[in-house]
């Protein structure tokens, strides 16, 4: 289904770029979502979330899905070493009033059982009170939850009205991440080889003889996902009752601490925002951090929006990028993804793309509709939903939206708006390659057909439609399908 645009008020991109956006404008290395992000985690792979997702039910509009996965990368031939953490806390914490502090907290931990055997663990659930007790980086079990559920990994859990799942699925995400780090490196030029251009030709992925040419890397890999579905209107009193609001989501994991309590080592509310814009050195610190602090300390790891003004006397402007882009002949199959936003988008802030990704959460409105791309308070994606292509939304807005120059020298003699020299501290080609990685607006996962149909990410395997929701995890070699 595609996605109408609307303009409205200048918010843009809550959970939109909220899904991978900047994957461009960054000199740390990406990882891809949020998989392996930091030296920690990478220690610690149960405590590593790999995405966060908060939607609502698409079968009961009264209910709203949490979902968290970690241990990346988990393979079908060893499923039984994809465990949770006996010893680790992990929790959704959600904000209703704006002050990125939450006022409700979801509370996860896990029991071995005498076998070593995956199934054997169970899960313990605690969800509410209004008031989690303890907020922050520092947290305690919550001792009088409004509902307690325990129950068996790997089996759906029916108890109190709450729906409850914790064991292997598919892993969702779907990028072409090793086109991505060839064309970071120069190896190659663009995610799909293009013949004939204004540049020339470009190198990239051919077209195969079935009419695909991306590779997703996370094809046949499982993820640990701990999946909850509550009840809009039972939460707490007035919890989520005031449903013009947008509430805001993140996952935490933390460690025992000192006097039954837990420290905060890992977060995650939009993908790909600690990997791809958080230099490797501070990346841990960005994870023991809070969504109240992000402002202040993360703010000025993201760049300037264009406007619908020249900004700084080079003539690049939003139109003038949609113009770029079209003489470059990229927004129509086979070479690109069609434009997402219209030639006159508006925004006169520099600071939209700040405002959006800061703090890093993700944003949930209960009354919208998922399926429209209205830009407004809850950006291009209200939430995050399995299937939702969040490579092709941020690689077509970045075109659109980075404040980037494409230098002259990328065409000698291109004079176009927005192909003037590249400001300073902007990106420089041709040694820095990244301008190239958002030419297209899509890494091609998936059919033509499909381009600019940014609810489906052309995953490997088939959703369920009812909860959990998320497609079952690959088997092990020999298992029966």
């Given at each position: ?5 609307s ?18 404008l960054?000199?740390?290395p ?10 920690t985690?990478?220690g ?13 039910d ?43 502090v ?37 947290n ?13 990994v790997?089996?759906v ?13 598919d ?18 030029q663009?995610?799909?080889g ?10 990239g ?27 809009i ?64 300390r993360?703010?000025?790891f993201?760049p300037d ?13 939003i139109?003038?990028?949609a ?9 129509a199959?086979?070479n690109?993804a069609?434009l ?5 988008f ?14 890093d959460?993700l ?16 950006g291009l ?25 494409f230098p002259?020298?990328?065409v000698?003699?291109l004079?176009i708006?927005?192909s ?30 499909s ?18 929701f ?12």
């Open positions: 289904m595609r996605r109408k645009v303009a409205g008020p200048l918010f843009l991109f809550a959970a939109l770029l909220g899904s991978a956006a900047w994957l461009t960054t000199s740390s990406a990882r891809a979502a949020d998989h392996r992000d930091a030296p985690v990478d610690a792979p149960e405590g590593d979330i790999t995405d966060v997702f908060a939607f609502l698409p079968n009961d509009r009264t209910r709203v899905v949490f979902a968290m996965g970690v241990n990346p990368f988990a393979v079908p031939a060893s499923s039984t070493t994809y465990r949770f953490s006996t010893g680790f806390l992990y929790q959704f914490k959600i904000d209703s009033t704006g002050d990125y939450e006022d409700y907290s979801i509370q996860v931990t896990f029991k071995d059982a005498a076998s070593v055997a995956a199934s054997a663990q169970t899960v313990h659930v605690r969800i509410g009170p209004s008031d989690p007790g303890s907020t922050g980086a520092i305690t079990l919550m001792t009088s939850p409004a509902i307690d559920v325990t129950g068996p790997n089996t859990i029916n108890s109190n009205n709450v729906q409850v799942y914790a064991g292997l699925r892993d969702p995400f779907t990028f072409d991440f090793a086109q991505f780090s060839r064309i970071q490196t120069g190896a190659t663009l995610f799909r293009v013949a004939s251009s204004p540049l020339g030709p470009l190198t992925r051919p077209v195969g003889a079935n009419g695909l040419s991306g590779i997703d890397t996370f094809s046949g890999f499982n993820a640990s996902y701990i999946i909850v579905s509550v009840p209107g039972s939460l707490s009193p007035g919890f989520f009752q005031n449903r013009g609001n947008i509430y805001n989501i993140w996952g935490t994991v933390s460690a025992p601490y000192v006097d039954d309590s837990y420290v905060q080592f890992e977060r995650m509310g939009q993908p790909v925002f600690n990997t791809v814009f958080i230099p490797s050195a501070m990346k841990d610190a960005f994870n023991a951090g809070v969504p109240s602090d992000d402002k202040v993360w703010s000025g993201v929006a264009l406007t619908t003004s020249d900004n700084d006397g080079t003539g690049n402007t139109a003038s990028r113009g770029l882009l079209q003489a470059l002949g990229v927004t199959a086979p690109g069609p997402l936003l219209p030639a006159n508006p925004n006169t802030s520099k600071d939209l793309l700040r405002t959006a990704l800061v703090p959460v944003r949930l409105a209960l009354d919208a509709d998922p399926n429209d791309l209205q830009i407004g308070q809850i994606t209200n939430g995050r939903r399995p299937s939702d292509d969040v490579i092709d939304i941020a690689l077509s807005v970045l075109r659109q939206l980075a404040d980037v120059n002259s020298g990328l000698p003699g004079t708006p927005g003037g020299t590249a400001r300073a501290g902007a990106l420089n080609f041709p040694s820095d390659y990244r301008v190239l990685v958002v030419l297209q607006g899509t890494d091609f996962i998936g059919p033509d057909s381009l600019g149909t940014y609810s489906n990410n052309n995953n490997d395997a088939t959703f369920s439609t009812t909860f959990p998320f497609a079952p995890p690959h088997p092990r070699p020999g298992d029966s399908q």
